[in-house]
């Protein structure tokens, strides 16, 4: 099952403008973690926040979370064609031996256009 | 090291054939996934290991689905007498912590 939901759906900007998601997730996190898909290919690692933090940035990008609201937001400042793709937020989840479940959210397809 | 690696890239196979899908995790990683993901949703887990014992499966692995890992290195996820529900892409990561995984391309199945 999805914990999370990724808001808007989709979004289509100009390049140069800056791109803002949000997800919204439904059980207490240890971390939250957002990747990038683009077009039929496998994700990848773009920023971790802990459930400790409220903000974290990475380059252009700017994670916000709120634990009492059980949300987050991505910013992608000055967006660029190379930008679009797919962003996912995923909460994790400890497993037996260490390791993490990833629960994904449904995803924002950013379109950056020229 | 070039990350993690699948093959094959795209697999079609008609409905009631078995397909086997092989992932090359990073060399240092102990920890290795399998996760699912159709169209238009965000992946789903679907197993666990850490070196070769497979430590945690998820209810959507059925029993036509098992998944190994021999030696702690590269692993397979087998699926037998595919169905179409079985269409998806299927994606390897691996990480040393659990600060984020390095995912594959995937393995894209279509059963026909």
């Known amino acids: 099952s999805q914990q999370g939901e990724e808001d808007p759906q989709a979004l289509s900007i100009q390049e140069g403008e800056n791109a803002t998601m949000n997800c919204s997730y439904k059980?207490?996190?240890?971390?939250l973690q957002w990747y990038r898909q683009n077009s039929g290919r496998g994700l990848v690692h773009l920023i971790l926040i802990r459930s400790n933090e409220r903000e974290k940035h990475s380059g252009r990008l700017r994670v916000t979370l709120d634990t009492s609201k059980k949300s987050s937001s991505l910013l992608i400042t000055a967006s660029r064609a190379a930008d679009t793709a797919s962003y996912f937020c995923?909460?994790?989840?400890?497993?037996?031996?260490?390791?993490?479940?990833?629960?994904f959210g449904t995803g924002t397809q950013l379109k950056v256009e020229l | 090291d070039t990350g993690v690696s699948q093959d094959p890239r795209h697999k079609i196979t008609k409905r009631g054939q078995n397909v086997t899908f092989r992932c090359d995790p990073i060399?240092?990683?102990?920890?290795l996934y399998w996760y699912r993901q159709t169209l238009g949703q965000g992946p789903e887990f679907l197993t666990y290991f850490q070196n070769e014992a497979q430590l945690e499966k998820s209810r959507l692995l059925s029993d036509r689905f098992s998944a190994e890992r021999p030696k702690g290195s590269f692993s397979t996820l087998e699926i037998q007498r595919t169905e179409q529900g079985d269409s998806a892409m299927y994606l390897c990561a691996s990480s040393p912590n659990r600060d984020g995984y390095t995912f594959g391309s995937g393995t894209r199945l279509t059963v026909v």
């Open positions: 059980t207490s996190i240890n971390n």
């Open positions: 060399s240092e990683h102990n920890r």
């Open positions: 995923a909460t994790d989840e400890t497993l037996t031996g260490g390791g993490n479940k990833l629960t």
